[in-house]
């Protein structure tokens, strides 16, 4: 397996360059969110390997009022994944506010969202395979972080990416937003294996690194080598902290115990 840090949530006193510049030295590769106004330019001459970003910025894929607004505002930042040479460009099953909240909130999810969010999908495959990228569907928790979200929880982000099967077309399956609403991790990597494009941790509670929370990730990452997993697994956490140790290195440093032999 590849690790790869998020460097929107540790090393927050840096400067995003200084922090990709910090995570890629110790081995790692990278994980970005939204990357207008950002220096791209600058990005790539890090030398860091990025795994993933922000794949759209506007519109849900679930509404049909606004799924071609998923859809251009992708094709937009296709040029950017490109020139990082970004291997995942993440979306999401509804658009998110401010701090994650849902911009439109739904108390259920009905058959339309979900027709709706399968054409969204099939459209995106296609961008994927004229530009050469993935993109990938996020799974989120419905109960702390991302209320009234359609269509969120793991088990329904597998589904509708099966539906699609398509190789442009995969998981970013969060582990930390699996264990609020789902739990039974080992089993789902193992049911979901075959459309993961990227596996995302963090501890629950508090969404920091390896254990400071209630997860065995020791036991999730032994499954995912039993099973054949090669692909990325990315750090998407804050630094806990603890004495004697800056709390950047010693997120990066449990999270590396945790998954690596």
């Known amino acids: 397996m590849r690790l790869a840090v998020c460097a929107e949530m540790v090393y927050g006193d840096l400067p995003l360059i200084e922090r990709v510049v910090r995570i890629h030295e110790q081995g790692f590769d990278i994980e970005l969110w939204d990357t207008r106004g950002r220096d791209i330019a600058a990005l790539a001459a890090t030398g860091a390997r990025f795994s993933s970003m922000s794949g759209y910025f506007g519109g849900s894929l679930t509404d049909p009022a606004s799924a071609d607004e998923v859809v251009a505002s992708a094709e937009k930042l296709v040029p950017v994944a490109l020139e990082l040479g970004v291997e995942r460009m993440v979306v999401h099953p509804a658009e998110l506010g401010e701090g994650g909240t849902a911009v439109n909130p739904v108390l259920r999810s009905t058959g339309q969202m979900w027709l709706t969010g ?12 004229k530009y050469g990228v993935t993109f990938a569907l996020e799974n989120l928790n419905t109960i702390v972080d991302h209320p009234g979200i359609p269509l969120a929880r793991a088990k329904d982000t597998h ?5 699609v099967d398509h190789p442009n077309v995969r998981m970013m399956l969060d582990l930390y937003h699996a264990q609020i609403g789902e739990g039974n991790l080992i089993e789902l990597v193992r049911t979901a294996l075959p459309f993961i494009g990227e596996i995302q941790v963090a501890d629950v509670p508090g969404r920091f690194e390896p254990g400071t929370g209630e997860i065995n990730y020791r036991a999730v990452a032994e499954a995912l080598c039993g099973a054949g997993y090669g ?3 990315g750090l998407e956490a804050g630094a806990a902290g603890g004495p004697g140790v800056p709390a950047g290195d010693a997120a990066l440093a449990a999270f590396r115990a945790a998954f690596e032999s």
Do not use: D
């Open 159 to 163: 589904a509708l990416v099966a539906a």
């Open 231 to 233: 692909g990325v697994v």
């Open 118 to 129: 399968l054409r969204t999908l099939e459209r995106l495959a296609e961008l994927g395979a």
